[in-house]
């Protein structure tokens, strides 16, 4: 399948477009294979390990802090159950993010391990020289949540980019409307449209083309060549996510993808070429 051409709606192509060499390679969530996902040791193992780019998610707490975490609760990936909506700055101390991360010999070396911010982690960032690919979770308290999540990733990015203005920084969300939200705050840093597993539909250039996004960043599994090209064929990123052997990896390339998310950036980050600056001018 593909998506409908037609001469009264010709597609409008990428406004910054990828070019041909560029091969990005994001640290989903940090090194996550060698330290606790979203959390300021994984990011600094990324940045130790040579990534160019780290990729990390982000949402909104109960007195407006945002927070890297990926799922909608605590239960997974730290000591604490259920939601974090009503938390606030002075709780994420005692959330321990690492204690449940082992190593092959059974270690538990991140126990203690609190659950970052946003702010603490572009510092890391900052500090070892990487991109951030910041992805926004689609935010599940609500629509006042969202806006506080647009609020304060907005005025975290603006320091940022103060402090390293050479430094790239990408958005990326399933959430068109936040994601729209996000561009008309922050029109010149470049947005990329996520899509799940079966997902990247006919509709993904109505997506892109509203929203001003420079990338699709679609899911692994379910992908098919004859998509990518479609979409690369426009100047479109293509950043697949999640991407850990090198056989997977190199196919993609040969499609014409722009960029992969792995766990294994200690094997898989000296794929990158180009150093992805085009997605993120």
Known sequence: MSAPISGSYPPVPCSQPVGPDDFTVFAHRGASALAP????????????????????????????????????????????????????AADLADVDAGSWFTTPDGARPYTGESLPTLQAALEVAGEAGMGVNVELKSCEAGAAACRRLVDGVDALLEAHAERWPSLPVMLSCFNPLLLDRMAKRRPGTPRALLTKDGLLLDTWRSYVEE???????????????????????????????????????????????????????????????GGGRSQAR
């Open 37 to 88: 996902e979203n959390t300021l040791a994984a990011f600094r193992r990324a940045g130790a390990e040579g990534a160019a780019w780290v990729e990390l998610d982000v949402d909104v707490i109960g007195d407006g802090t945002v927070v890297v975490i990926h799922d909608s609760s605590l239960d997974r990936t730290t000591n604490c159950h259920g939601s974090y909506y009503d938390l606030t």
């Open 211 to 273: 929203i001003g996004a420079v990338a699709v960043n679609p899911a692994n599994l379910t992908l098919e060549r004859g998509r990518v090209e479609e979409i690369r064929s426009l100047g479109y990123g293509v950043n697949v996510w999640t991407v850990n052997t090198l056989e997977r990896a190199r196919e993609l390339s040969s499609w014409g993808v722009t960029g992969i998310f792995t766990d294994r950036v200690h094997e898989l980050g000296a794929l990158g070429r």
